[in-house]
Nanobody
Framework: QVQLVESGGGVVQAGESLRVSCSTSISISSVDVVGWYRQAPGAQRELIAT???????NYVPSMEGRFSVSKDDDKNTFTLQRIGLKPEDTAAYLC?????????WGRGIQVTVAT
């Protein structure tokens, strides 16, 4: 069974950094893609970035330069980082993996940026 659990969210001050991790129950070195979405209140879910099996990392253009993603195959975790948070970064952050075309999701973790 594929399980993904996010950690590291909460209330952070504007200007501070965000580090959210996704722990998985599977070997992520064998999955096709790992990645992150976010969903702000009242808004559609938006893709941030993905890392493919061959380590190719892709950022949505509007997110590039603002977020960074990485993964640790030995620990079966992958991480999202953002320096210099802004109030508009307030959202639920969700990790996902793609295995043979099927999506598997974490429950999401709330990040609230306070001013």
């Amino acid at each position: 069974q594929v399980q993904l659990v996010e950690s590291g969210g909460g209330v952070v001050q504007a200007g501070e950094s965000l580090r959210v991790s996704c722990s998985t129950s599977i070997s992520i070195s064998s999955v096709d893609v790992v990645g992150w979405y976010r969903q702000a209140p009242g808004a559609q879910r938006e893709l941030i970035a993905t890392i493919a099996r061959g380590e190719e990392t892709n950022y949505v253009p509007s997110m590039e330069g603002r977020f960074s993603v990485s993964k640790d195959d030995d620990k079966n975790t992958f991480t999202l980082q953002r320096i210099g948070l802004k109030p508009e970064d307030t959202a639920a952050y969700l990790c996902f993996v793609i295995i043979n075309g099927a999506y598997y999701w974490g429950r999401g973790i709330q990040v609230t940026v306070a001013t």
